[in-house]
């Protein structure tokens, strides 16, 4: 139960939500990877940013191949981030502190070592364990079903029993081999979920970040692709992997589950489509609410952002529903670094992460970006991401763990074990970034996030940041302008040169504003505006 927060409220809707990597969180027991306990020890610090939530990334039972996201058990938790009953302290905890608690579940692929999986390998070809998954045969041995390349970049194929000479079957991965995907087409997937999505719901968890909600269904009969290897906005790209029609119908079967709980359990959608095919996905009776994926990767150009989020913002107002805005998570290079590194990529991520957080809608902030962590060059030989061990880029250098103490004494508090032996190294200027660095300097990037958030919530309460307000948007020299109602108005700086403040009351702003009434370079503001 959550005793702080209204239970009919749509909280969801302009939540902010703190996204936990829990491998890099904090390690309780001294392994190197973080873990529940950990987590569960260190939810004050959560708390005390002001975020309404968090989202954690999978623990259940896995191999552990892509770090989580090739699950085994969907019902467990890994011995690796603790027990069940690990998982109920949390919970519990977090309920306490206010903190709402949505977990991640990966339904377009599992782990190879799932027993279903295994069952389907085990039985054979036609048989009904096989049609679980999608296995093929290919015209020889050698050639795969179709020309499909994975998201990881090799093929999307791999034999069942590569050896055999009678089952010349393959699979389908749209990810790496250790991820075989799901058959959607067969009732028996559908079920199955089902029950998953009711298992955790029980367990009290408030909602789900669905993983890949674009991918689960295949065009049926797995034609070739035109262009195999395409990458489109930095991403690999088969349509027939995507945006099938019949996934709206496993969403509105999965809203009418999370609708007979009180509140309703949301569904949040990593669904990397286009606006309006995205929106599709967050109908009223679909999921809650999806990624602004394109924030992830944006350049840093205020024609871009405006057009960018308007269209986000006004092809969700048509269906009722506001965009999760997100510019980091742990699959992208740290904003710091994306905007151009050093004290300028600082100020624009903390100026980014301003205007995002006035944006309509909720917000997604990944653990480090509250202390302005910039991604990490980790040694190639400590690398362990399958994007990477495929030959695609690394995604280890925004996963390092969280900086805590200023001294290194172990992996700087988060846990006992030597920095270089922690499941990502750390590099040694760590502790300059960390919370206790961060927690007595003056102006620190942890301090602003916690006053933007305090702020956010004031705004909210006293209806100047409501949801029904009419938004406008602007980008003209370089500056982006995000007016909210009559009453409050964003500006952000982009080019070369100062904004121009307009007159109003200057509530915040994401680094030292000038006193002649300009705003710096990569700056951002709030404003609340008089006498309209
Ligand atoms: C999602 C996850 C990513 C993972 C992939 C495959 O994009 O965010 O980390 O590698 O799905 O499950």
Redesign the pocket.
């Known amino acids: 139960m959550l005793p702080m927060v209204g239970s009919t409220r749509e909280w969801w809707r302009d939540a902010v939500v703190y996204q936990v990597y829990p491998r890099s969180f904090a390690d309780s027991d001294g392994d190197g990877v973080g873990d529940l306990a950990g987590l569960t020890a260190r939810l004050p610090y959560i708390a005390s940013l002001g975020v309404d939530g968090m989202w954690i990334t999978p623990f259940q039972p896995s191999p552990q191949i ?2 989580g ?2 699950v085994s058990d969907y019902c467990g938790v890994d011995p690796l981030f603790g027990t069940m009953h690990d998982f109920e302290q949390l919970l519990e905890a977090a309920h306490s502190m206010g903190l709402r608690v949505l977990m991640d579940i ?1 339904p ?2 599992c782990s190879s070592e799932h027993p279903l999986f295994q069952a389907a390998l085990e039985a054979g070809p036609g048989s009904a364990e096989r049609d679980v998954f999608h296995f093929e045969d290919g015209p020889d041995g050698e050639t795969p079903p179709n020309n499909w390349v994975s ?1 990881f970049g090799d093929r999307s194929w791999t034999r069942a029993h590569p050896s055999s000479e009678t089952d010349l079957q393959w699979y389908l991965h749209i ?1 790496s081999p250790a ?1 075989p995907d799901w058959n959607w087409r067969n009732p028996v997937v559908h079920d199955f979920f089902d029950e998953v999505l009711r298992f955790w719901f029980d367990k009290g968890v408030d909602g789900l970040r669905v ?2 909600a674009h991918g689960l269904f295949k065009t049926e009969g797995l034609p070739d692709a035109e262009n195999p290897g395409a990458v489109v906005k930095g991403l690999r790209f088969n349509p027939h992997m995507t945006d099938q029609e019949e996934l709206h119908d496993v969403y509105r079967r999965w809203r009418r589950i999370a609708d007979e709980y009180t509140p309703t359990r949301v569904l949040a959608g ?1 669904v990397n489509l286009d606006a309006d095919r995205a929106a599709r996905l967050v109908r009223a009776d679909e999921m809650h609410q999806a990624f602004a994926y394109p924030f992830v990767k944006i350049p840093w150009d205020a024609e871009q952002w405006k057009s960018t989020a308007e269209r986000l913002a006004e092809a969700h107002a048509d269906v009722g529903a506001f965009p999760a805005w997100s510019i980091e ?3 992208v290079v740290r904003a710091v670094t994306r905007y151009g590194g050093g004290p300028t990529g600082l100020s624009r991520a903390r100026a980014a992460l301003l205007i995002v957080l006035g944006f309509p809608g909720a917000a997604y902030i990944y653990q480090g970006q509250e202390l302005g962590l910039p991604e990490v060059d980790v040694p190639v030989d400590a690398r362990v991401d399958p ?1 990477w061990l495929k030959g695609g880029v690394s ?1 280890d250098g925004t996963r390092v763990p969280l900086p805590w103490t200023t001294a290194q004494e172990g992996t700087f508090g988060f846990s006992s074990i030597d920095a270089d032996a922690s499941w990502l190294p750390t590099p040694p200027s760590w502790g300059e970034h960390s919370i206790e660095a961060q927690r007595t300097s003056d102006g620190s990037t942890m301090g602003f996030v916690a006053r933007v958030l305090a702020l956010r919530k004031n705004l909210r309460a006293d209806g100047t940041l409501a949801l029904d307000k009419s938004v406008r948007w602007q980008a003209k020299d370089d500056v982006l302008t995000v007016e909210r109602g009559n009453r409050f108005l964003m500006v952000m700086a982009m080019g070369d040169h100062p904004a121009p403040l307009p007159a109003g009351e200057l509530m915040i702003a994401s680094g030292p504003s000038t006193a002649d009434g300009l705003l710096p370079p990569d700056t951002a503001a709030w404003i609340r505006l008089r006498g309209r």
Do not use: G
């Open positions: 892509d770090q996201y090739d990966a377009n692929h998201s990810f991820q993983d890949v990593e998570n742990h699959d994007m995604r």
